[in-house]
């Protein structure tokens, strides 16, 4: 829940004190670069694009839904439409920071506005610690995939495109 006091925080400590709130100790790194992309975030960090957990925000009719991705993976939101259970469309960064209390480019997988709805890529439990967005362009915390699962709440899923699926089967953005 959120609490007016959290409304006045910063992102990367409202971050810090959802984690803290779920018992996790993940320290958030600010970096002097950009992390806005899975790809920056990986140079940032010095990982691979493909343990970058990256925070995904579509609308299903009037709500948010969240899809935390591989970096490496391109979302099917064919299947995330299956997975939520009704169509799923691109929210735009107004929407994002109205769901989320996190502007686009530094959504966190957690420490929302309201609660959401939220999916993980299968993918991202091939790793033993990936990287998530800290709540702003610049700031990212390392997490065990089992652990991102639960404090986000998210359930796991195939999400990703296959290889050769029809061009225009994925739409993403962001980290």
């Given amino acids: 829940m959120r609490t007016d006091s959290m409304a006045r925080k910063k992102g990367p400590e409202r971050v810090r004190a959802a984690l803290q709130a779920a ?3 993940c320290p958030i790194r600010t970096l002097p670069g950009s992390t806005r992309t899975a790809v920056e975030a990986a140079a940032a960090v010095g990982c691979t694009v493909g343990e970058i957990a990256k925070t995904l925000v579509f609308r299903a009719g009037d709500r948010a839904v969240v899809a935390i991705m591989s970096g490496g993976n391109r979302l099917d939101t064919g299947k995330l439409s299956a997975a939520v259970g009704e169509r799923v469309g691109r929210a735009d960064a107004d929407f994002v920071r109205a769901a989320t209390g996190f502007a686009i480019g530094g959504v ?5 506005a309201a609660p959401i709805d939220v999916f993980m890529d299968a993918d991202l439990h091939c790793f033993a610690e990936v990287w998530a967005a800290g709540g702003s362009p610049f700031s ?4 065990e995939p089992a652990r991102l699962r639960d404090v986000s709440g998210a359930k796991v899923a195939d999400l990703k495109v296959e290889s050769g699926a029809a061009p225009g089967a994925a739409t993403e953005g962001g980290k």
């Fill in 23 to 25: 018992g996790l100790d």
């Fill in 108 to 112: 966190p997988p957690l420490g929302y």
């Fill in 140 to 143: 990212v915390f390392p997490i």
